[in-house]
């Protein structure tokens, strides 16, 4: 069994972070209507409010045997009242999938962030709901509500839980 860790990016991490977003993106092109800049990348905006001290502003890396594995961006911004964080985006590249890593890191960050989650996918992308069905049944006991929300902010199915109501994992 490989060995999973986690940490938070940091500033100088900016770079990395900006690639595995690119890959990222790339991995949703056929769901997400997105085109190549004049540089040839996606571009995302908005990095570095992952990188700076707020807390509920958080990008968490994790690596597999101490390779970056994926990435996980926790933001405060969400779509229905009375949450408290919102997986912006998560990714696990595709040589660590279906090992449990993705699983694992969820896990991970909902522990780090105790309180009511909202974790969305685009209606298109049905293998990431499978995941996520999963995943937070897994974590919650099945304790989730989901939604399908179609509005200005977000396009798509939620599930909303409290990470609150877990016991905290033991280390």
Request: a negative charge; charged letters at 30%; aromatic letters at 16%.
């Given at each position: 069994?490989?060995?999973?860790?986690?940490?938070?990016?940091?500033?100088?991490?900016?770079?990395?972070?900006?690639?595995?977003?690119?890959?990222?993106?790339?991995?949703?092109?056929?769901?997400?209507?997105?085109?190549?800049?004049?540089?040839?990348?996606?571009?995302?905006?908005?990095?570095?409010?992952?990188?700076?001290?707020?807390?509920?502003?958080?990008?968490?890396?994790?690596?597999?045997?101490?390779?970056?594995?994926?990435?996980?961006?926790?933001?405060?911004?969400?779509?229905?009242?009375?949450?408290?964080?919102?997986?912006g985006q998560f990714f696990?590249?595709?040589?660590?999938?279906?090992?449990?890593?993705?699983?694992?890191?969820?896990?991970?960050?909902?522990?780090?962030?105790?309180?009511?989650?909202?974790?969305?996918?685009?209606?298109?992308?049905?293998?990431?709901?499978?995941?996520?069905?999963?995943?937070?049944?897994?974590?919650?006991?099945?304790?989730?509500?989901?939604?399908?929300?179609?509005?200005?902010?977000?396009?798509?199915?939620?599930?909303?839980?409290?990470?609150?109501?877990?016991?905290?994992?033991?280390?």
């Amino acid at each position: 069994m490989p060995e999973i860790t986690f940490r938070v990016a940091l500033w100088q991490d900016k770079p990395v972070l900006r690639r595995m977003l690119e890959l990222y993106q790339h991995d949703l092109s056929d769901v997400w209507p997105q085109d190549l800049d004049e540089h040839g990348e996606y571009g995302h905006v908005g990095v570095e409010r992952y990188l700076g001290r707020n807390p509920r502003l958080r990008a968490w890396f994790f690596l597999v045997d101490g390779r970056y594995a994926g990435f996980g961006l926790v933001d405060p911004d969400v779509s229905l009242p009375g949450n408290e964080f919102w997986m912006g985006q998560f990714f696990v590249l595709k040589k660590y999938r279906r090992l449990g890593v993705g699983r694992k890191a969820a896990h991970f960050i909902f522990d780090q962030h105790r309180g009511k989650w909202e974790v969305g996918q685009m209606p298109l992308n049905e293998a990431a709901r499978r995941f996520w069905l999963r995943t937070i049944g897994e974590y919650t006991g099945g304790d989730f509500v989901e939604h399908e929300l179609h509005d200005e902010r977000w396009d798509g199915f939620l599930q909303c839980f409290d990470s609150s109501l877990r016991p905290a994992a033991r280390p």
